[in-house]
């Protein structure tokens, strides 16, 4: 499986933001997928997921209500749309799958190269 992570850029706080991940070389549609997401000098954490159908989302709490995860199975795509973005929010965001729906990063066998998201002030 290889994941294409799209959509990062340069915006201003307050501003909206939709990054997708692409998935190729097989279907991903009975995998959770994930976002995470890592800042400069700082670990890779959790920002959210969603099950292999949809029905169930997981969201950091510093993303809650700004953020929202969700799935094309029919794109083998998933998408975050994140709103209300802080200069907090940058880092380099990763998308991964191949697992159950999970916090951890081990959980997952496959990783996007990551999309840099910058949140100016």
């Known amino acids: 499986v290889q994941l294409q992570a799209s959509g990062g850029g340069l915006v201003q706080a307050g501003g909206s933001l939709r990054l997708s991940c692409a998935a190729s070389?097989?279907?991903?549609?009975?995998?959770?997928m994930a976002w995470f997401r890592q800042a400069p000098g700082k670990e890779r954490e959790f920002v959210s997921a969603?099950?292999?159908?949809?029905?169930?989302?997981n969201y950091a709490d510093s993303v809650k209500g700004r953020f929202t995860v969700s799935r094309d199975n029919a794109k083998n795509t998933v998408y975050l749309q994140m709103n209300s973005l802080i200069p907090e929010d940058t880092a380099a965001y990763y998308c991964?799958?191949?697992?159950?729906?999970?916090?951890?990063?081990?959980?997952?066998?496959?990783w996007g190269q990551g999309t840099l998201v910058t949140v100016s002030s």
């Open positions: 070389g097989r279907t991903v549609s009975t995998y959770a």
């Open positions: 991964a799958t191949g697992g159950r729906s999970s916090t951890t990063a081990r959980t997952y066998n496959y």
């Open positions: 969603i099950n292999w159908n949809g029905g169930v989302t």
